[in-house]
T-cell receptor
Framework: DAGVTQSPTHLIKTRGQQVTLRCSPK?????VSWYQQALGQGPQFIFQ???????QRGNFPDRFSGHQFPNYSSELNVNALLLGDSALYLC?????????????FGPGTRLTVL | AQKVTQAQTEISVVEKEDVTLDCVYE???????LFWYKQPPSGELVFLIR??????QNEISGRYSWNFQKSTSSFNFTITASQVVDSAVYFC???????????FGKGTRLSVIA
């Protein structure tokens, strides 16, 4: 049973560039949530996708956008990168309609903005 | 607003010692869920336990045990006979529903020395 997968593992970008991160949910899960984890901090919620729609959003600017595909995989896009966007980006999947709706996390993508 | 406080930033113990990680939470919801996740150096958040607000029964899983006390809004995590492989950052998290955003504490870094 494959767990949550994310790609790429690491990414280095420069200020002003755009980046796309990818996530495939755990088998049987239909909901994907994205979190940003700055160094030494706990993860902060960015947004959640269900049925290809953004269901909830945290306190992040519009530079952060996402998408969910019919196969439940998801992308996180960040435009006009800032130095402060450097962080570990974690994807979590869950089952909205399921009895067990615990969020399971992927290994993350470490983004460095120079 | 929901809040999770992990007052212990770093803990260092010698192998085979018992260690307790503290978690204090704040919420106005009568129904909520508490979680513990482990984050090894690889970065992936590993789910350890989920506890519902209406179930105050303590739980033991091998060397791990959890003490949930609504009266003090605490959900503490004890590792018995710690091992080097337990070295990681541990996060306590809170949500009012399994699929709503997790609110994380800042984490406690546990180092187990051989």
């Amino acid at each position: 049973d494959a767990g949550v997968t994310q790609s790429p593992t690491h990414l280095i970008k420069t200020r002003g560039q755009q980046v796309t991160l990818r996530c495939s949910p755990k088998s049987g899960h239909d909901t994907v949530s994205w979190y940003q984890q700055a160094l030494g901090q706990g993860p902060q919620f960015i947004f959640q996708y269900y049925e290809e729609e953004e269901r909830q959003r945290g306190n992040f600017p519009d530079r952060f956008s996402g998408h969910q595909f019919p196969n439940y995989s998801s992308e996180l896009n960040v435009n006009a990168l800032l130095l402060g966007d450097s962080a570990l980006y974690l994807c979590a999947s869950s089952n909205l309609a399921g009895v067990t709706d615990t969020q399971y996390f992927g290994p993350g993508t470490r983004l460095t903005v120079l | 607003a929901q809040k999770v406080t992990q007052a212990q930033t770093e803990i260092s113990v010698v192998e085979k010692e018992d260690v307790t990680l503290d978690c204090v939470y704040e919420t106005r919801d009568t129904t909520y869920y508490l979680f513990w996740y482990k984050q090894p150096p690889s970065g992936e958040l590993v789910f350890l336990i989920r506890r519902n607000s209406f179930d105050e029964q303590n739980e033991i899983s091998g060397r791990y045990s959890w003490n949930f006390q609504k009266s003090t809004s605490s959900f503490n995590f004890t590792i018995t006979a710690s091992q080097v492989v337990d070295s990681a950052v541990y996060f306590c998290a809170l949500t009012n529903s399994g699929n709503t955003p997790l609110v994380f504490g800042k984490g406690t870094r546990l180092s187990v020395i051989a």
